[in-house]
C-alpha cells in the first residue's frame, strides 16, 4: 500500500474537550492527533451543541450559512472551525433547531432527524470547505448514515463519487433504530430494506455496515464476538456478509490524561520506579471510603456504570465473599436503581469493608485507580474497555472477565507467568469471578511477585501511535476497495 499522505475527515457524535458522554468522545478526542502525526491530513468534525462555548475554543465561522436537503424541502446550517490538539483542525456543525438549542448531546426523541442533519451537514460543508477526503472515518450509528448517503444519491455528484468509508463499530448495543419515515426527512426514500432490519424500521448501524467500504470494532476480540448471536445483537448474520471487510483496532490510552507521575489529583505521585510512593494513595483512599487504614488487607476497586452488561448481576455474591474474606471493596459509579440500592445494602451490611460512591467523579475514579490494589472489571461484554488499561498504568492489578478488549489486554498469570499482568476468569458466573479474585488475593500476599504484576503492567504500551498506524493501514485498504467498486 502508498504511503503517501491521506486526507481523513473524522466524523463523531462526541469528542473531548467539546462534547463528552461516554468513552467515543475520549476515541475522537485522540486518536485524530495520532493518526495526524504520521503526516495524514486529518480533521475532526462534530455537531456543535447548545453546551459547547465558542468563546472558550476560539471558534470561528466558516463561509455563509448554506443548505442540507432535508425535512420537506432543505435546512439551514453554519460551519464553524477551530483547532484541538496537535493542531488538529477541527469543525462544528452548527444549527440551532437541532443541535445548538439543546442542552446534552443525546436522549431527544428527535434524535435520528438530529443525526441525520448532521451527517448530510458534514457531506455538505466539504464543498464550503472546498477540501475533499479520500476516506471519510464515521463512529457508530449516529455517523453510520453517511455511508449510505455516499453509496446511494451522492455518488451522482462527481465531487463525492471517490470518497471512500470506514465505519468504527464501538458498541453494536446501540443501532439508532427508528420508523421507515425517517427516510422521508432525509430525502432517502431509495434506501433499500435489509433482512436485518424489522419490518417498518431503519436501523442506522446496520445500513452503515451495509454500505462502509471497511469496517472495525475497538477490539480485536470485540471482531470475533460480534459474530455471533450472543454478542451480534441481531447484525451477526449481515456481519459475516461483510466479514471479509471486518477489522479489530485496540483502542489507546492517553499517556499525557492518565500518568501518575504527574497527576494532580492523587495524594501521591509515583513511576514504575517510585512504587513505593504509591502506598500514600491506598491509604488516603481507605481514608476517604471510610475503610479502616490497613496497608496489608487487599482493596479492591471498581470504576463502572452499574449496569447488567458491566458485570453487576455478579456482584452481591461476590461482595459478600470479599468481606467475608478479609478483603476491602471500593466502588464509584452510577446506573441503574436497583444497583444503587444493592450496593447501599452491601455498604451498610460490611461497613468496615465496603463503600460504594454512587456518583460519576473523575477525581475519586482516579483515587481508586491509584490506590486500590486490584481493579475488577466482570463485564459481560466489553468491547475494548479503557478501566483495565488506565489500572494497570497506575499499578493497579486488573481482575477481568475474558472478553473483548479485556482479553486483549490482559494477560493472565496462570497462563504465562513470565509476561503476565492481571487475572482473567471465562464463564460469566460469581463462582468464576470469585475464583480469579481469589487467587489475585493469594498473588498479593507474595510481594515479589506481585511487584512484578505492577512494574509489567505499568510498562505495558497501550499508547495511541500503534493503533493510528493500523487505521492509516484501514484507510488505505478502504480505498483500495472503493476504487475496485461495489461493496
Known amino acids: 500500500m502508498s504511503d503517501a499522505p491521506l486526507k481523513v475527515l473524522y466524523l463523531a457524535a462526541e469528542a473531548v474537550p467539546f462534547a463528552k458522554v461516554g468513552g467515543l468522545a475520549d476515541v475522537a478526542g485522540t486518536l485524530p492527533s495520532a493518526i495526524r502525526a504520521l503526516g495524514h491530513d486529518v480533521r475532526l468534525m462534530l455537531p ?54 439543546r442542552d446534552r448531546v443525546y436522549g431527544f426523541e428527535d434524535d435520528a432527524q438530529r443525526f441525520c442533519v448532521f451527517g448530510q451537514g458534514a457531506l455538505a460543508a466539504l464543498k464550503v470547505l472546498d477540501w475533499k477526503p479520500d476516506v471519510i472515518h464515521v463512529n457508530d450509528w449516529h455517523t453510520a448514515v453517511v455511508p449510505t448517503w455516499l453509496k446511494m444519491d451522492r455518488r451522482r455528484d462527481p465531487f463525492y463519487r471517490d470518497i471512500a468509508t470506514l465505519l468504527t463499530i464501538h458498541n453494536l448495543a446501540y443501532q439508532g433504530i427508528t420508523g421507515r419515515l425517517i427516510l422521508t426527512f432525509a430525502q432517502m426514500e431509495s434506501v433499500r430494506h435489509l433482512a436485518v432490519e424489522q419490518p417498518g424500521t431503519v436501523n442506522w448501524l446496520a445500513q452503515g455496515i451495509a454500505h462502509a467500504d471497511v469496517i472495525n470494532t475497538v477490539s480485536q476480540r470485540y471482531a470475533q464476538e460480534i459474530l455471533e448471536p450472543d454478542a451480534g445483537m441481531g447484525l451477526d448474520s449481515l456481519l459475516h456478509e461483510r466479514k471479509d471487510r471486518l477489522f479489530g483496532v485496540m483502542n489507546g490510552l492517553d499517556y499525557e490524561q492518565w500518568n501518575p507521575g504527574v497527576d494532580p489529583n492523587i495524594t501521591s505521585r509515583f513511576d514504575v520506579a517510585s512504587l513505593n510512593r504509591r502506598a500514600a494513595n491506598k491509604a488516603a483512599l481507605q481514608q476517604q471510603a471510610r475503610l479502616p487504614v490497613r496497608p496489608d488487607t487487599p482493596l479492591i476497586g471498581m470504576v463502572s456504570r452499574l449496569d447488567d452488561v458491566k458485570g453487576m448481576s455478579l456482584m452481591q455474591p461476590v461482595v459478600n465473599w470479599l468481606a467475608e474474606h478479609g478483603a476491602q471493596f471500593a466502588i464509584v459509579g452510577t446506573g441503574r436503581p436497583e444497583y444503587h440500592a444493592l450496593f447501599e445494602q452491601l455498604q451498610a451490611q460490611y461497613a468496615e469493608s465496603v463503600h460504594v460512591f454512587l456518583k460519576f467523579d473523575d477525581v475519586i475514579a482516579r483515587r481508586i485507580y491509584a490506590g486500590a490494589d486490584i481493579f475488577l472489571m466482570p463485564s459481560y461484554i466489553e468491547p475494548c474497555g479503557l478501566g483495565q488499561m488506565i489500572a494497570m498504568h497506575y499499578g493497579c492489578v486488573p481482575v477481568v472477565r475474558a472478553t473483548g478488549g479485556l482479553a486483549d489486554t490482559v494477560i493472565d498469570l496462570g497462563k504465562n507467568p513470565d509476561i503476565s499482568t492481571g487475572f482473567a476468569f471465562h464463564e460469566y458466573t460469581p463462582e468464576a469471578c470469585i475464583r480469579a479474585l481469589d487467587r489475585a488475593m493469594q498473588a498479593y500476599r507474595d510481594k515479589p511477585l506481585w511487584r512484578a504484576l505492577q512494574q509489567r503492567g505499568m510498562n505495558a504500551d497501550f499508547s495511541w501511535s500503534t493503533s493510528a498506524e493500523v487505521y492509516a493501514q484501514l484507510y488505505h485498504r478502504a480505498i483500495a476497495l472503493h476504487q475496485a467498486g461495489g461493496t
Not at 73 to 80: D, S
Open 48 to 101: 456543535r451543541y447548545g453546551t459547547i462555548n465558542s468563546d472558550a475554543f476560539n471558534l470561528q465561522s466558516i463561509g455563509d450559512p448554506f443548505e442540507v436537503p432535508v425535512g420537506p424541502g432543505k435546512e439551514h446550517v453554519h460551519l464553524i472551525g477551530g483547532t484541538a490538539k496537535a493542531d488538529l483542525p477541527v469543525y462544528l456543525i452548527w444549527n440551532e433547531q437541532y443541535f445548538s438549542s
